[in-house]
């Protein structure tokens, strides 16, 4: 393994705040609103978007600053594919085997949508978030991985226009320069995004329609008053008719029933230095998102302006510190490019998401309560979407219920929240996925 080199500033904060750094607004707490939503990022600040215009009294709170969430952490990919896949090896989950073909068609028309909803919105609110329709290419582990691409391509090509084609080895590197996969797939209707850019154009949208944005203002309670709700803050108690929760990766306490339905977990990213623009072009030259189809899966994409590369994982499923991942992550990029070998980390960083048991994304309401959880890793289309469905539901203005409201949405006996297991199976995943890859050698 070699060891990973890292630049004199390394910084542990996400690549992206350079450009759009967590913001605090500090509105004061109403005594009442229409709508409470709990949650600043791409889920909250969507449902607030959509609602504020549409003439509702809208409060936001955000437990840290504006951007502290996975929305303006993540590897801004956009997809609306990855319905049900779960940390699965090859392409087709045990979720999609139990949901079978004519459910799991349904969950990705809505796949779709959500993708369609995304880019409607970036139009619509003119957000300058440097999105590009760039396509994304899927590269097979092992040579089971890339038999089993066949069906996805073609369950994909059936649930909508979203230009899914398989590649065989020898073709591979028309995507990326790299030998290191057995093929894969490509699916043309992906595109990439400059993740804070786009929660913070939400979060200015949201300002200018008069939305009340409270930072560092974590709800304590929700209970019920007569046909509304009281939300209780450390510095007030606010009177609403409906409460939506946007909390996913970060669903505290306050919402037990959630919680108990959620597996919170974390992601990581690396950037590398800057490099000469033709030199990192040349690695993945149709400039798509890339991830790959091991348990332990793999997500990576240049920088807009094509000078550095984002390299993701679930290098470990819990939280840790981003500098110990580094190392894991650093070694996986040269394992696809070894001609990186040498190129130093710039920055290093880390953000919850959460799993569901079901690896569905979900919206519904529990005991008079909206909520929208569940992204398993890939919300950046899905929680806006369920947010802006979820708003639409609010005001009765949704042409037909959203595929994913109110899905059963499985526990499991004694589970609290509290992810105990989760190093286990990351390592055991992990572990999976080396053997897998040994007797594919
Ligand atoms: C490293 C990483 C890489 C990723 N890469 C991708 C990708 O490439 N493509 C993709 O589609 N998805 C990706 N994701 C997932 C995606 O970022 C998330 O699904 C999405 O951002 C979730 O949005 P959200 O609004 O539901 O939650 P978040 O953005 O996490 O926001 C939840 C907010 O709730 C707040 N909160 C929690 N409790 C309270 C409370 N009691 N009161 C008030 N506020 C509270 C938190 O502080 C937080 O800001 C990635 C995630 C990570 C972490």
Known sequence: MAEALFTDDLKIDPYWWEA??????NDSVP??????????????????????????DVVVLEAEDFGHGASSRNGGGVSGTNVGKGPSAGVTS??????????MRQLLVGGTESMNNLENLIEREN?????????????????????????KVAHLNAAGDNGAALLPREEVRREIATDFYYGGMTVERSGSVHPAMLQMGLLARCQEQGVTLCAHTPMQAISREGDGFLVATATGIIKAREVVVGTNGYTGKGTPWL?????????????????PEDEIKALIPNNRTMADSKRVLNYYRLAPGG????????????????????????????????????????????????????????????????????????????????????????????NR???????????????TGHP????????????????DRSRAA
């Open 20 to 25: 759009a750094p967590p913001r605090r607004i």
């Open 31 to 56: 005594e009442a609103a229409d709508v409470v939503v709990i949650g600043g990022g791409y889920a909250g600040l969507s449902t607030a978007l959509e609602l504020a215009r549409n003439g509702t």
């Open 94 to 103: 045990p979720v999609e085997k139990a949901l079978g073909p004519e459910r």
């Open 127 to 151: 957000l300058d978030c440097h999105y590009v329709r760039c396509g994304r290419f899927v590269g097979a582990y092992t040579p089971a991985h890339f038999a089993g691409m066949a069906s």
């Open 259 to 275: 919680r108990r339905r959620l597996i919170p977990a974390a992601s990581y990213i690396i950037a590398t230095e800057e490099r």
């Open 307 to 398: 000078r550095r590369v984002l390299f993701g994982g679930r290098a470990r499923l819990a939280m840790g510190d981003p500098r110990d991942c580094a190392n894991i992550l650093y070694n996986q990029m040269l394992d696809v490019f070894p001609q990186l070998n040498g190129i130093r980390i710039s920055h290093a960083w880390t953000g919850g998401i959460a799993f569901s048991f079901d690896y569905l994304p979900h919206m519904g309401r529990q005991n008079g309560v909206h909520y929208m959880a569940g992204c398993n890793g890939a919300g950046v289309a899905m929680m806006t979407y369920l947010g802006t469905q979820t708003a639409l539901k609010i005001l009765d203005k949704a």
């Open 401 to 415: 219920p959203c595929a994913f409201d109110e899905l059963p949405f499985p526990s499991r006996p004694f589970y």
């Open 420 to 435: 105990w297991f989760l190093p286990i199976v990351s390592s055991y995943y992990a572990l999976r996925d080396r053997m």
